[in-house]
Structures are given as structure tokens and as C-alpha cells.
């Protein structure tokens, strides 16, 4: 399954904008390098690992779920197996957009379609995700979730 995963991310299709420059380029390789781990963390601000850190900390404390009960970089709770799903990237200044395709048999509909958002920032010479955006397509609701938000909200 990783073989195939890592062929995926790969060769993503690009819709509208490739990431032309350089900078875009290597915003792009972070969040790809994101998905190919299947972990947020190894690409991750100083920051935004942190607030994670902290999260998963609460989580083992309580044994339970604290903040975070989905899978980060679907906003899923149970992400999609990589064969059934495509990758499309765009960037603009700073930020990385991310649609996932997922045309899983589990999907309630024939397919699912979501955005998610990468906020991105330069440290160390390297860039780094800051924040995610989350918000489902199509959806009527113009409000939006993003990582730092979830994150930052009190434990109860």
C-alpha cells in the first residue's frame, strides 16, 4: 500500500496553478512530505507542533480524545486508502491548497471532495505548515475551521 501511496503523491494532477516558483515549489514538497508520512508533525511550524504535542499529551492524560478526534490532514475520521484518492495541489502566497478526491466505496456519495487549506511559513530556511483550513466541498457554510482553532479551544 505504501508503494502505491507514495506513486500517488507523486504524480499529483495540477488543475489550475503549478506551483511554479521556487518558493511555491518547496511549500508544495512540505505538505506532500506531510502525506507521504501520514503525519502533519514532521512538516510542521514550531507552533503548530507544540499545539499539537500538547494535544496528544491531554490525550494520553485522559486516556481519551482531547481536541483533536480526526485524522488532520483528511479532515476525516477515517481517511481514505491512498489508491482510491487524488491529489490535487494549487499555491498562492504562503499557502498551499490541498483538494482530495476520494472515490472510496465507503463514501456516502460516489465520491467525496475536500479542501483543506495549508497556511505556511519560512523557518530555519525551510518551509513549515502553520495552520490548516478546513472545509468540506460542496458546502453552504461559509464559516471555516482551521487547526489553530480546534487546537486552542478548552479542554473540558
Known amino acids: ?70 485524522d488532520i490532514l483528511f479532515d476525516s475520521q477515517d481517511p481514505p486508502i491512498f489508491e482510491e484518492v487524488k491529489f490535487t495541489y494549487q499555491c498562492r502566497k504562503n499557502h498551499v491548497r490541498v483538494t482530495i478526491l476520494d472515490k472510496s466505496p465507503e463514501t456516502e456519495a460516489s465520491e467525496r471532495r475536500t479542501q483543506l487549506d495549508f497556511s505556511m511559513v519560512s523557518q530555519h530556511k525551510q518551509w513549515r505548515i502553520d495552520d490548516v483550513q478546513y472545509k468540506s466541498v460542496p458546502t453552504d457554510d461559509d464559516s471555516s475551521n482551521t487547526l489553530r482553532k480546534i487546537l486552542a479551544q478548552p479542554i473540558i
Open 1 to 70: 500500500h505504501v508503494m502505491l501511496g507514495l506513486a500517488a503523491l507523486s504524480q499529483p494532477a495540477f488543475a489550475q496553478n503549478v506551483c511554479a516558483s521556487a518558493d511555491e515549489q518547496a511549500q508544495m514538497q512540505a505538505v506532500k512530505k506531510a502525506y507521504l508520512q501520514r503525519d502533519i508533525k514532521v512538516s510542521a511550524s514550531r507552533e503548530l507542533l507544540q499545539l499539537i504535542q500538547k494535544d496528544e499529551q491531554c490525550a494520553e492524560r485522559s486516556e481519551g480524545v482531547c481536541n483533536i478526534d480526526f
